[in-house]
């Protein structure tokens, strides 16, 4: 069953580093979304991505937030200079033309010191 | 705007009785609500769906939950809980129509542990 892979499972980095976390959406699938979730909060949105452009971002998805479809397979999301509040879990998540349900990623626990 | 409140966040049962995770809604219109569940260090797997067909809607796993819209609640149920159901699962709305690819709002979820 396709599925929807992220790397690393956890990173962790200085504050002011830029990190770079890395989604493989399923194959078929044409819309893609980054969520996040701080320890003990709610999931929230961050961005979602089609046809190569940003639909929707979320007041979260400042400047210091980029995405990238830099090939016909991989989704990046990068944080350009973390802080330490940016530390969560960053979720991945796609879909497909016809549906709308949304398929997860693993995960990518960022730990910002 | 939408929005989804889970009205437990931890609920114990011993394995082979009933679940019940309660989650009401919010909606300016005819909502799409999903229960996700996520495993320790697994990603986020969709249980069920309700895209205003039928109100009684089953999932994987022998979990169902009931759309009732005059008390505005999805809650999610299973006769008889497993070890494996042991988990945390999520109550989740659309910002907008099913297929419009809109952004999923979460609720607070609900751990479930099961006792044996």
């Known amino acids: 069953e396709p599925e929807v892979t992220q790397t690393p499972s956890h990173q962790v980095t200085q504050m002011g580093q830029e990190v770079i976390l890395r989604c493989v959406p399923i194959?078929?699938?044409?819309?893609f979304y980054w969520y996040r979730q701080i320890l003990g909060q709610k999931v929230e949105f961050l961005v979602s991505?089609?046809?190569?452009?940003?639909?929707?971002k979320s007041e979260i998805f400042d400047d210091q937030f980029s995405v990238e479809r830099p090939d016909g397979s991989n989704f990046t999301l990068k944080i350009r200079s973390t802080k330490l509040e940016d530390s969560a879990m960053y979720f991945c998540?796609?879909?497909?033309?016809?549906?709308?349900?949304?398929?997860f990623g693993p995960g990518t626990r960022l730990t910002v010191t | 705007a939408q929005s989804v409140t889970q009205l437990d966040s931890h609920v114990s049962v011993s394995e082979g009785t009933p679940v019940l995770l309660r989650c009401n809604y919010s909606?300016?219109?005819?909502?799409?609500l999903f229960w996700y569940v996520q495993h320790p260090n697994k990603g986020l797997q969709l249980l069920l769906k309700?895209?205003?067909?039928?109100?009684l809607v089953k999932g994987i796993n022998g979990f169902e939950a009931e759309f009732k819209k005059s008390e505005t609640s999805f809650h999610l149920t299973k006769p008889s809980a497993h070890m494996s159901d042991a988990a945390e699962y999520f109550c989740?709305?659309?910002?907008?129509?099913?297929?419009?690819?809109?952004?999923?709002?979460f609720g607070q979820g609900t751990e479930l542990s099961v006792k044996p």
């Open positions: 309700y895209t205003s067909a039928a109100t």
């Open positions: 989740v709305v659309t910002d907008r129509g099913y297929n419009q690819g809109g952004k999923l709002i």
């Open positions: 998540a796609s879909r497909g033309q016809f549906s709308g349900e949304q398929y």
């Open positions: 909606s300016s219109y005819s909502p799409s």
């Open positions: 991505f089609y046809n190569n452009e940003i639909s929707e």
């Open positions: 194959s078929n699938h044409l819309y």
